[in-house]
C-alpha cells in the first residue's frame, strides 16, 4: 500500500501546533507499519531527520507554497501531477489543505476553524483563502479528523458535515517534558526573571490568543496586590503584535512583562514552565490547547478559558476563567499567587489528567482511521 503525505510543514527549528502533530505521529507510524510505503511530499529541500525510516520516500514539488496564491497551485495542480505519477492509496494531510483535483481517498486533518469565529487574527489574503476553500476541503476528504469534540462539534455545525465522518483524534505533548527539582527552578528564575516569581505564556503571540486582555489583567492584578510577581511570553510575534504592543506600553506594570520570542530548545521551555507558578493560557478560541497539557507535564497548575474545547481537555485540573472578562482573569492570578494549597490540588490532578492524552494514542487512532478509509 502506498500513502501519500503532505509533510509541508515538517520545517527544521520551524515546528509549530500543526508541525508537531504531523511529526509526532509520522515519526511513529512509518516505523511501526514498515509493510507499507509512505510518500512524503515536500514544498522545498528536507532535512534528512524528517526521513524516520526506510519505507519513507521523499519528493519534493514546487514551488514553495507560503502564500494563498501558492497554496492553490501546490495543493490543487502540484499534487494532482504526482498523484497521476504515484498512485497512491490515500493522501493524508495533516494541516487542513488537500487536492481538490484529485481521486484519492484523502483523509483531512482539521485542527479548527478559528477563523470563522475570530477572522480579526489573520491576514485579509489568507482569510478569504480560508472562507473559500476550507468548505470545499471539508467537504471533498472522505474522512476528517480533529483534535477535539469541540471542533467536531463546530465542522458540523458550520459546514454541515456529517457527523459519522469525522473523528476525534486528541492531541498528545511532548512527552519529554517533566517536574523539575526546585535547585533546577531556581537557577531558571535567576536566568529569566531575576530570581522574582513568574507567571508563563508558551504559544504565538496573536489576537486569538488573547494576550491583551491577559496583559491587561496582569496590570490590574499587579496594581491591586503590589506583587513583584512577573509574567513571561514565549511564542513568536503573529499577525497583529503592533495592538499588543501598544496596549503594554500603556500599563504600569510593562517592565515587569518580558517578551521571550520562540525558544526553540524544548528543555529550556520546560524548565520555564517548571519555575513558573502558573501557565496562563487564556485564549479566546482553541482546537485542544497543547501548552495546557504541558504544564501539567511539567507539574505547574494552569490558568485558562471556560470556552471552545478548553475544559474538554484539561478537565477539573485547571482554575477557568472568562478570556473577555478582565476582572475574572486578574481574580485567578491573585487566587493563585495567593493559595498554594489551591495550586498543589490543581498540579496532583494535572498529572492524572495529562496521562490520558499521548501522542502513541494519537497515532493508534490515525491509523485506525487510515485503515479504515482504505479498505472502504
Known sequence: MKIAVNTRLLLKNKLEGVGWF????????????????FYFIFDRSYNQEFIFSKNIIPVVIGPPSRHPVLWYIWFNWSLASVFKRIKPDLFLSPEGYICLNTNVKTINVMHDIAYEHYPESIPTLVKAYYKYYYPKFARKANRIATVSEFSKNDLVKTYQIEPDKIKVIYNGCNESFRTLNEVENE???????????????????????????????????????QSDIKLLLVGKKGFGFEETEKALNHLK?????????????????????????????????EGFGIPCLEAMRCGTAVITSNTSSMPEVCGDAALYVDPLSIESISGALKTLSAN???????????AVQSQKFSWQKTTDLLWEMIEECINE
Open 253 to 285: 506594570s510593562k517592565y515587569d512583562i518580558k517578551f521571550l520570542g520562540r525558544i526553540e530548545d524544548s528543555y529550556e521551555v520546560n524548565k520555564l514552565i517548571s519555575a513558573s507558578i502558573a501557565m496562563t493560557y487564556v485564549s479566546v478560541f
Open 22 to 37: 504531523t511529526y509526532e505521529t509520522l515519526k511513529r507510524m512509518t516505523v511501526q507499519h514498515p509493510d507499507y510505503k
Open 340 to 350: 498554594a494549597e489551591l495550586r498543589q490540588s490543581l498540579v496532583e490532578k494535572g
Open 187 to 225: 537557577i531558571t528564575r535567576q536566568k529569566w526573571s531575576g530570581g522574582k516569581p513568574y507567571y508563563i505564556y508558551v504559544g504565538g503571540i496573536n489576537p486569538r490568543k488573547n494576550i491583551n486582555n491577559l496583559l491587561l489583567a496582569f496590570d490590574k492584578f499587579k496594581t491591586d496586590s
